[in-house]
């Protein structure tokens, strides 16, 4: 008795058309894109804001949720805190940020914003002397800190 062999899934893509290769190609690359932008990106996200914004602004911040629409290019942020440099209370904080991308954002490699909402914006200082508040040291800077050119928005 002989056995046919079943073709395998490499034998099969090179039996198809190039049509069929285009088409195949293109879905896994829109299946790509689909997974990364709806669960891949939005905890890397969250774990590179909430590590980067201390290192820069030297206060702690907390995300609770970053939701991304990588099809409508639209990004939520939910629960941010941003803490005073002593740790005792919120400096900066909002309930929930949404924000509407246009699609040329991604040709022009810049923040091109078509909307961007914010609802229940908070923010805490104190005035600590005559010209001196808990937020004096974000606008001197650092001598340390290079000169960068500034994002693309």
Same mark, same amino acid.
């Given at each position: 008795m002989a056995t046919t062999k079943k073709p395998g899934c490499i034998e099969r893509l090179r039996s198809?058309? !190039? /049509?069929? !290769? /285009?088409?195949?190609?293109?879905? &896994?690359? &829109? /299946?790509f894109y689909t997974l990364t932008g709806f669960f891949a990106a939005p905890p890397l996200l969250k774990f590179i804001l909430e590590k980067k914004i201390p290192e820069s602004l030297h206060r702690n911040a907390s995300i609770e949720k970053i939701k991304l629409n990588p099809f409508t290019l639209t990004a939520t942020i939910d629960n941010f805190v941003l803490r005073?440099?002593?740790?005792?209370?919120?400096f900066i904080s909002f309930d929930r940020l949404f924000v509407d991308m246009q699609i040329s954002s991604l040709i !022009?490699?810049?923040?091109? /914003?078509?909307s961007f909402q914010i609802s229940g914006p908070q923010v805490n200082f104190t005035r600590l002397s005559g010209s001196e508040y808990t937020f004096s040291d974000l606008l001197?800077?650092?001598?340390?800190?290079k000169a960068s050119e500034p994002p693309r928005v």
């Open positions: 198809l058309s !190039k /049509i069929q !290769k /285009i088409g195949f190609w293109c879905s &896994i690359a &829109i /299946i005073q440099q002593e740790n005792t209370a919120n !022009k490699r810049a923040l091109v /914003i078509t001197t800077g650092s001598d340390n800190e």
